[in-house]
C-alpha cells in the first residue's frame, strides 16, 4: 500500500516488521462482528494460522516482493495494535496488527531502496496475490526465494525519473555518461528529432565514429513494442545520413528501468535484426551541507 501509505515499505524494513490493518475493536480478531467482511475474515483465519517460525514474504505492488523473512514474534492481538502508520486527526493509524521478523539479507537487496521484481515463472497465481494474505505452498515459495537471490530480479522501488521526458533531457545534456564519446546529433531538434510521418525519437546522438545512436527511454522494464518502436525510428532516420557526414551505421539504445534481467520475449526480440542495445538506467543522489 506504498501509494497510500507512502514509506510504509521503508518502515516495515528498518523496523522488521510486517502488518496488518483492520483496526479494533471494529474488526475483532476473535469475536464476530457486525462490521463483518469476508476480506477480514479471510484476513482474520490467516492471521490465526500463523507461527513463530514461518517465512513470509512482502508483497509490493507489479509483481514485486519487498524481502523474505522469518517471523519472530506475533502481536495481532486487538490490545496490542500499534500502527506502522502514524495517527492522524485521533483516528487508530493504520497497519497495526503487526509481526516481527527477521529479514533474510542473503536474499535480495541489502538496502529498501530496492526490490524484487519476480520473473514470470516465480509468479504465485492471482488467487494467492490479490489477498491481505495468503498460504503459499512450499514450491511456490521457493520459486520466489530463487528469484530473490538473483540479483539480475533487483529493481529500484521508485522509477528515478518523474517523467520519461526528464530522462532523454538528462541523456542530451550528459551523453557521455551513457557511453563515453557519445554527442549530440548536430541539428537543433536532436531531443524529441521529429521525422517527416510526425513520430518523434527521444535523443538523437553520434558516437565516437560518427554513426547515429538513436536512444529510446522507458521508465519500467522494456517490452516487445519498445524495441519494435525503436527499430522504426532506426529505420528513419537512415534519411538523416544525407543532411550531415555521418558514419555508415544506425544505432539503436534503448535506456530502461525495472530489473535488469529481461523476460524471455523481450531477449528474444532483442536477438533479430537490427541489433537494439539494452541499457538500465540507476539514478543515485548525494547530498552535502551547504555554506
Sequence with gaps: MEDKYPGLWHT????????????????????QSKYERPAWNLARHRLQKMRVGDRIAVQLKNWRIGRIGTILE????????????PSQNGDKGEMGRRIEVR??????????????????????????????LSEMSKQAFKRIEEAAQDEFNWAPIVRG?????????FISVSPHLLEDG??????????????????????LLLDRDGNIVVVECKQDAP?????????????????LKTRVKVGSK????????????????????IAKS??????????????????
Design 274 to 291: 537490427p541489433k537494439v542495445e539494452m541499457v538500465i538506467f540507476t539514478v543515485n543522489v548525494g547530498f552535502a551541507s551547504s555554506s
Design 250 to 269: 544506425i544505432r539503436g539504445i534503448l535506456v530502461h528501468g525495472g530489473a535488469r534481467k529481461l523476460k524471455d520475449d523481450v531477449r528474444r526480440e
Design 12 to 31: 516495515w524494513f528498518s523496523e522488521q516488521v510486517v502488518a496488518v490493518g483492520w483496526w479494533p475493536p471494529r474488526w475483532n480478531l476473535e469475536l
Design 223 to 239: 517490452a516487445i513494442r519498445d524495441i519494435q518502436q525503436l527499430r522504426i525510428y532506426m529505420a528513419k532516420a537512415e534519411n
Design 103 to 132: 529479514w533474510d539479507l542473503a536474499k535480495g537487496p541489502l538496502t529498501p531502496e530496492s526490490a524484487i521484481h519476480l520473473p514470470v515463472e516465480a509468479r504465485p497465481n492471482t488467487g494467492i496475490w490479490r489477498p491481505t
Design 182 to 203: 557519445l554527442r549530440l546529433y548536430p541539428y537543433a531538434k536532436a531531443r524529441e528529432h521529429v521525422f517527416h510521418d510526425g513520430s518523434r525519437s527521444d535523443v
Design 74 to 85: 506475533l502481536r495481532i492481538r486487538d490490545e496490542e495494535w500499534k500502527p506502522t502508520v
Design 161 to 169: 525519473f518523474a517523467k520519461e521526458t526528464t530522462m532523454s533531457d
